[in-house]
Structure formats: C-alpha cells, structure tokens
C-alpha cells in the first residue's frame, strides 16, 4: 500500500486491543511501521511536524510546554493517513511542578507506601501537562558515590531497591485521569549502569554474570513482576557489549527468563553511540545490531529512521521483528487510552499544580527522607526559645538547589529558602544570615560568619552541594564539602558555639572531618519544593527523624566502593588475620578502617530504641517452610517515634560465597514513650535461593544467622538451620 493511499478502514476503538492493533497494523506500509520506532525531539534536524503527517514518527520526548505537546498531538492525529497518537516521553523523576526529594533521598525514608503515593500525584501533575511516557524509577544499585546518577538511584541494596522500583510502578501506572489515560511507567537503566567503572557516567561495567543476575538485576525483574509497560536500555557496555545491543540482557533474560512483553526503548542516541563503543562500524550496523538484540524504540539516534526500512528490504531484518516491535508500541498506545483521548485539556492544568494537598505530601517525604546522623548533648531538636540563632552557609539563601536535579518543571519560585522558613517559624528569635562562602568557590575571608557565629547561642551550618553537582554527566572525584566550604566550618568551629550541620547534596558524601566536630549533624539531601519547611519540622521537634540511610557513606574516597553485602575474603578483617613474614595478614588498609563513616540503614531519632529478646521460633526451616523470628523493640526516649527494624541473613557456608549480611526484609513501627512491641518476621525460605555453580537457582541446606536490627552494622544475633 502506498504511503498516500487511503486505509480501508480506521478501526474503532471499541474493538479489543487485540482486534484494534492487528488491524491497524495490517494497513501500515513498511514506512510507517518504521516511524512507530521512532522517538525525535524538536532539537531533531529533520522536519518533525511533516514526518508526523507522513506517520514517520510514533513518540516524541523532551516537551515541556503544554500547548506544544497538544500541537504535535493534533498533527499525528489529524493529519496522518492512519491517525495513530504520539508517545509523548519525559524524565519526571521525582516531580513535575511540585518537587519531591531526590530518590535516593526517598529512598532513605524505606517508606514504599509513600513512594507510591508521591508517583501517584506526581502523574497526576505530568498526565494532565501531556507526559504519557515516563523515564522512571532508575532502579539501578549504586555503590559508588562519585557517580553522578546515584541521585536517582534507590541506593546500594537490591532488596530495598526492588520494593522501591515495585512501588514506583504501581504508582505511576495505576493513576488514570477522568478521561481513563495513563502514564507508562518506564525502568531503567538496563542493566547495571550503577556498576560503571570509576564513578564515571557513561563507563564501561565489567561484573561477572554472578553479580549481575544476583546483585544487579533484581530490582529491574520486581519492576516487570510489578506490571512496568517499558524499559529503558543503559548507556554502558556490559562485558564488552554495549546493553543497547545486548542479546543475553534484552533477548535471554528479558524476554525469555522473565516474559517481559513490553516495549523496549534506547536511551538518548544510545543506538547511535554502538559506533563509539566500537561495537558497530555506521549508524546502519548500528540499527541492525539493535534491532536483532531487541530494541524496539531508537530514542534519538538516527539510526532506524534513517536505515531500518532499508534493512528489512535487504532481507537482513525478517519482517516479522518489526511487526512485533511495531504490535507492542500500539498496543501501549491502546493501554494508556491515547487513541480515545489524546489531547490535553488546557483548561485544566492549572488547577492540577501544586495543590494543598500534594504540597503537604512534599513537605511529609522530605521529612521522613532526612537523615540524623549525629545528635550529641541531645543538641537536636533545637529549643529555640530565647536563642540568637545564626544561619551560616552558602545553602542558607538558596532555591533553586534545594530541588535537586533532574526537575525541569519544578520552578525556583515555588521554594521557599532557608531563610525564610525559619524566620517565619521562629518570629520571636534574633536570626541573623551569612553565606560565608559560594557553594563552590575558593573564598576565605570568613569575618562576617565568625562575627554572626560569635553573636549567637546557637549555629546552624547549611552546607553541602549545588542541584548541578549530581545527575547525569556530574560525577565527582572529590567527594568532601565542595569550595572552601571545610575551611568554614572550622573557622565557625574556633567560636566554640554549639553547630547544628546540616548537609544538603544529592550523594554520599565523605565528610569524616565535619562528623568529628560537629556535635549535630542532619543530612538534608536535596528535599524539593517544601525541603525549607521540613527541615524547620526536623529542628524544632514537630518531626521525629525517622530516615535511614540507603546508601553507606565512606570515610574516604580510597574506600569505594564501600557497602555492607560484601564477601568476607579468606582473612577477613574481624579475623585474627593470618600469620606470613611474621606479620598478621587480613583484608584491610594501612591508612583507613574498613567500616564506613555511616552505614547501610543507619539513622538517628529523638527517641532511643532499644532491641532485646531475640527469638528464632524455627531454629530448623524446612525447604518449603518459612523462618520466624521475633524481637521486642522498645521505646526508651521521651518522644513518641518512628523505628525502621530491618532484618539480615548470612548463609554461612555455600557452594558459592555469599555475602556477610543481606537485606531481607524491613518493617515500619511507630512507638510512644516507653511502648514495646514485639516484631515477627516470617521468611519464606524460597527466598533464600541462591545462583548455584551454573547459575541455576539452588535453595541449599546448611547454617544460617540471622540478625534484627537498627542498621546493617549492629543488631541482634541468632542462628538457624535450613534443613
């Protein structure tokens, strides 16, 4: 059928997907097959308005206005011979208008329950601006935090990471609008992108297949047992072959292992990128590898567009693999109800921003997100009463970067500063402001914040990084305060004032230094919109602290990757090391603890709890039955709070090692003063399975321990067997 001929006839939509798509399929030439394969944005050099006429293009990305994503819509659907809408994509990741803290700050509050509602609102905000495709959750695990997208991640641990991705997903796709759209939920990056050697965004990952499948690719598979529509390919080589063409990742695992039926996307240009990596020699060799290991979308990347139509009639391509790809992207088109509502209403957008409602949702997750690192002489929280405060610091006056990356529609006048939430907290107190220095610059004349520091009773430091410090293309290789920001803190540190630190940045950072000397420190994280009110909520009491961190913070930079599931080695540290050359040889530095300055789980509150009364109730564990076990928690402090209570297992002797502690479960507990609890896990012992010799699952016997516990460092310990 030629491109001008007229379709015999547009199928309803009262038709079931199955019957709708086939049959709009069957009417499609070859070209037109080609352009559902296609993403562009208006930066694209080709004339994008007329390839939707032509139906030469089925998704756009990177629009943000309104209108415009209307006008586009209008023209695919309007003007084209077979009036199929447009995907329109966009990177939302932790809000649209109204900001949300950055994941890995979200991640912190191990609160899956309020991820889900904060992507639930945040799609209500997207959906009615446009976005019908959204580039989240970034499942990756990431245990280095010189990398930029660390940011987005859920952290080093792939349990608390898959319940995180799940939660994402659920609610992102279960939102629907009155009209009955919806937004697909898209994971990435596929896979192990967090991996990248180095720190380095966009680097070679080198991971035995091991680790891959055990530590790396959990969470991505909780996103497709969770129902995600799509998936994103990752920018990295893996092995030596770039993700984006991987047959063993897309084809293997993903199609045929786990059953994923959805659509697969490149990431920006990562087709046309194979030639960089060496892997294809032309963006036409890149398109062929692509397209056989599975792509079904090229994002930007010049490639099927240009060459793919051309492929299939060389007979290099079966048609068949198009009419797949081309089934899938319909069929998603179908789900979200693009077909029977494809516009936005204009009218209504306004009203869908920054509701009361969803601003409190901020202000609540920012809160929980924050993490007490340090709390001396009960420093925190803060009575105010009767105090000078002085406000000391180059975050104390910002907007702009208490929003974090990744928040293009997010506005700096929506964020209230520092400054202005605690003067309107705190009327009644003399409050005096400095920024001592820039954020990242070399100054050192300190006079006016030793001056403020030494006029006050009380100090408060807001240190830390800038929004563009993390992200995509921002790694770091020095991972300490940014600028002059050390030199300071130890000159307000010689006032000999009491200091309340508080670290605002979108990473782990190694802050040894300022943990040392400061008696409290608050890790603040870029928190979004309402991150000034919250961190108000956590000084003044009305908040208890209840985040734990999800990711471990090193002493040094010589430490990464520093995290707590790792192997004991044949001399462990905890050893007493082995006699060689009359020296006592273990796994350690000359120069450096092993231990992290703050570990996996860990976090401070206004309350203290105490752990007592460990209960293995199954000491012997059948395959098919599960371990239980139990704890009494108790509320010792004088606040009511909030407990994250996390359970660890080692399995203490495998036919492969396994790591000296892994993450099985977590559970939220919120006690008043002196109330205990008692809390019961039950672990089925499937979930003990493990990757045998030939990476086939194998749930063995043998000896276990098992630990309830505050933070991946500490805990109660008991001993099971699996029989």
Request: with cysteine; net charge negative; glycine share 8%.
């Given at each position: 059928?030629?491109?001008?001929?007229?379709?015999?006839?547009?199928?309803s939509?009262?038709?079931?997907?199955e019957i709708?798509?086939q049959a709009?399929?069957?009417?499609?030439?070859?070209?037109?097959?080609?352009?559902?394969?296609?993403?562009a944005?208006?930066?694209?050099?080709?004339?994008?308005?007329?390839?939707?006429?032509?139906?030469?293009?089925?998704?756009?990305?990177?629009?943000r206005?309104?209108?415009?994503?209307?006008?586009?819509?209008?023209i695919?659907?309007?003007?084209?011979?077979l009036?199929?809408?447009?995907?329109?994509?966009n990177?939302?990741?932790?809000g649209y208008?109204?900001?949300f803290?950055?994941?890995?700050?979200?991640?912190?509050?191990w609160?899956?329950?309020?991820?889900?509602?904060?992507?639930?609102?945040t799609?209500?905000e997207?959906?009615?601006t446009?976005?019908?495709?959204?580039?989240?959750?970034m499942?990756?695990?990431?245990?280095?935090?010189?990398?930029?997208?660390?940011?987005?991640?859920?952290g080093?641990?792939?349990?608390l990471n898959?319940?995180?991705?799940?939660?994402?997903?659920?609610?992102?796709?279960n939102?629907?609008d009155?009209?009955?759209?919806?937004?697909?939920?898209?994971?990435?990056?596929?896979?192990?992108?967090?991996?990248?050697?180095s720190?380095?965004?966009?680097?070679?990952?080198?991971?035995?297949?091991?680790?891959l499948?055990?530590?790396?690719?959990?969470?991505?598979?909780?996103?497709?047992?969770?129902?995600?529509?799509?998936?994103?390919?990752?920018?990295?080589?893996?092995n030596g072959?770039?993700?984006?063409?991987n047959?063993?990742?897309?084809?293997?695992?993903?199609?045929?292992?786990?059953?994923?039926?959805?659509?697969?996307?490149s990431?920006?240009?990562?087709?046309?990128?194979?030639?960089n990596?060496?892997?294809?020699?032309?963006h036409?060799?890149?398109a062929?590898?692509?397209?056989?290991?599975?792509v079904?979308?090229?994002?930007?990347?010049n490639?099927?567009?240009?060459?793919l139509?051309?492929?299939?009639?060389?007979?290099?391509v079966?048609?068949e693999?198009?009419?797949a790809?081309?089934?899938?992207?319909?069929?998603?088109?179908?789900?979200?109800?693009?077909?029977?509502?494809?516009?936005i209403?204009?009218?209504?957008?306004?009203?869908a921003?920054?509701r009361?409602?969803?601003?409190?949702?901020?202000e609540?997750s920012?809160?929980?997100?924050m993490?007490?690192?340090?709390?001396?002489f009960?420093?925190?929280?803060?009575k105010?009463?009767?105090?000078?405060?002085?406000?000391i610091?180059?975050l104390a006056e910002?907007r702009?970067?208490?929003?974090?990356?990744?928040?293009?529609?997010g506005?700096?006048?929506?964020?209230?500063t520092?400054?202005e939430?605690?003067q309107?907290?705190?009327?009644?107190?003399?409050?005096?402001?400095?920024?001592?220095?820039?954020i990242?610059?070399?100054?050192?004349?300190?006079?006016e914040?030793?001056?403020?520091?030494?006029?006050?009773?009380?100090?408060?430091l807001?240190i830390?990084?800038?929004?563009?410090?993390?992200?995509?293309?921002h790694?770091?290789a020095?991972?300490?305060?940014p600028?002059?920001?050390?030199?300071?803190?130890?000159?307000v540190?010689?006032?000999?004032?009491?200091?309340?630190?508080?670290?605002?940045a979108?990473?782990?950072?190694?802050?040894?230094?300022?943990?040392?000397?400061?008696?409290?420190?608050l890790?603040?994280?870029?928190?979004?919109?309402?991150?000034?009110?919250a961190?108000?909520?956590?000084?003044?009491?009305?908040v208890?602290?209840?985040?734990?961190?999800s990711?471990?913070f090193?002493?040094?930079?010589?430490?990464?990757?520093?995290?707590y599931?790792h192997?004991?080695?044949?001399?462990?540290?905890?050893s007493?090391?082995?006699l060689?050359?009359?020296?006592a040889?273990?796994s350690?530095?000359?120069?450096?603890s092993?231990?992290p300055?703050?570990?996996f789980?860990?976090g401070?509150?206004?309350?203290?709890?105490?752990?007592?009364?460990?209960?293995?109730?199954?000491?012997?564990?059948?395959r098919?039955?599960?371990?239980k076990?139990?704890?009494t928690?108790?509320?010792?402090?004088?606040?009511?709070?909030t407990?994250?209570?996390q359970?660890y297992?080692?399995?203490?002797?495998?036919?492969?090692?396994?790591?000296?502690k892994?993450?099985?479960?977590?559970?939220?507990?919120?006690?008043?003063?002196?109330?205990?609890?008692?809390?019961?896990?039950?672990?089925?012992?499937?979930?003990?399975?493990?990757?045998?010799?030939?990476?086939?699952?194998?749930?063995?016997a043998?000896?276990?321990?098992?630990?309830?516990?505050?933070?991946?460092?500490?805990g109660?310990?008991?001993?099971?067997e699996?029989?």
């Amino acid at each position: 059928m030629s491109s001008r001929e007229t379709p015999k006839t547009v199928p309803s939509t009262s038709q079931s997907r199955e019957i709708f798509c086939q049959a709009l399929l069957d009417q499609m030439t070859l070209r037109e097959k080609v352009g559902q394969m296609v993403q562009a944005d208006l930066s694209w050099k080709q004339d994008v308005k007329q390839l939707l006429r032509e139906g030469r293009i089925g998704a756009l990305l990177s629009i943000r206005e309104p209108q415009v994503i209307n006008e586009h819509q209008h023209i695919a659907v309007e003007e084209s011979r077979l009036h199929i809408p447009v995907l329109m994509g966009n990177d939302i990741i932790h809000g649209y208008r109204s900001i949300f803290p950055i994941p890995l700050a979200l991640a912190s509050t191990w609160n899956p329950e309020l991820i889900e509602a904060v992507a639930r609102v945040t799609t209500a905000e997207a959906l009615a601006t446009g976005t019908t495709w959204n580039y989240t959750p970034m499942v990756d695990v990431s245990r280095d935090p010189r990398w930029g997208r660390i940011a987005e991640s859920g952290g080093e641990d792939a349990f608390l990471n898959s319940a995180i991705a799940q939660a994402w997903v659920r609610g992102i796709q279960n939102y629907r609008d009155a009209e009955g759209r919806r937004v697909a939920s898209c994971v990435k990056h596929y896979a192990a992108y967090g991996a990248s050697e180095s720190g380095k965004d966009y680097n070679s990952t080198d991971l035995s297949e091991r680790r891959l499948r055990e530590e790396y690719l959990p969470p991505y598979k909780a996103a497709v047992d969770a129902g995600v529509m799509t998936l994103m390919t990752s920018f990295n080589d893996l092995n030596g072959v770039p993700a984006t063409a991987n047959t063993l990742l897309l084809q293997q695992i993903l199609r045929r292992e786990w059953g994923f039926n959805g659509v697969i996307v490149s990431d920006y240009d990562s087709i046309g990128e194979l030639i960089n990596h060496g892997f294809a020699r032309d963006h036409k060799e890149a398109a062929l590898r692509s397209i056989l290991a599975g792509v079904d979308i090229d994002m930007m990347g010049n490639a099927y567009h240009f060459h793919l139509a051309e492929l299939v009639e060389e007979g290099k391509v079966p048609l068949e693999l198009i009419d797949a790809a081309v089934l899938r992207i319909l069929e998603l088109k179908y789900d979200l109800n693009l077909f029977s509502a494809p516009y936005i209403d204009e009218g209504k957008i306004s009203s869908a921003l920054l509701r009361p409602e969803t601003l409190d949702l901020a202000e609540k997750s920012a809160a929980e997100s924050m993490v007490l690192l340090k709390n001396e002489f009960s420093l925190l929280p803060l009575k105010a009463a009767g105090k000078k405060i002085a406000l000391i610091g180059p975050l104390a006056e910002e907007r702009q970067s208490l929003m974090g990356c990744w928040c293009f529609d997010g506005q700096a006048q929506d964020v209230e500063t520092l400054h202005e939430a605690l003067q309107r907290n705190l009327p009644n107190n003399e409050l005096s402001v400095t920024p001592g220095c820039s954020i990242n610059g070399n100054e050192t004349d300190f006079s006016e914040a030793i001056n403020a520091a030494l006029q006050a009773d009380v100090v408060i430091l807001a240190i830390g990084e800038a929004d563009t410090m993390s992200g995509e293309a921002h790694s770091r290789a020095h991972l300490g305060l940014p600028g002059s920001q050390q030199a300071l803190v130890d000159a307000v540190l010689a006032t000999h004032k009491p200091i309340i630190a508080a670290v605002f940045a979108g990473r782990p950072l190694a802050i040894t230094k300022l943990a040392q000397q400061v008696p409290a420190l608050l890790m603040v994280w870029h928190g979004g919109t309402r991150t000034a009110q919250a961190f108000c909520d956590i000084l003044l009491g009305k908040v208890n602290p209840s985040g734990k961190l999800s990711a471990s913070f090193p002493r040094s930079v010589g430490q990464i990757p520093v995290y707590y599931a790792h192997k004991s080695t044949g001399r462990p540290i905890e050893s007493t090391g082995t006699l060689q050359f009359n020296q006592a040889h273990k796994s350690s530095y000359l120069d450096e603890s092993n231990a992290p300055l703050f570990p996996f789980g860990y976090g401070l509150s206004y309350s203290e709890f105490t752990y007592s009364h460990l209960k293995v109730l199954t000491p012997k564990v059948s395959r098919s039955g599960s371990l239980k076990v139990s704890a009494t928690v108790t509320n010792t402090g004088k606040v009511a709070g909030t407990e994250i209570v996390q359970l660890y297992v080692r399995d203490l002797v495998g036919v492969v090692t396994r790591p000296v502690k892994e993450l099985k479960g977590f559970k939220r507990i919120t006690l008043a003063p002196g109330e205990s609890t008692d809390i019961e896990f039950d672990l089925p012992a499937a979930k003990l399975t493990f990757l045998d010799l030939e990476l086939k699952p194998i749930l063995e016997a043998g000896e276990y321990k098992v630990w309830i516990a505050p933070n991946s460092a500490e805990g109660l310990e008991g001993q099971f067997e699996l029989e």
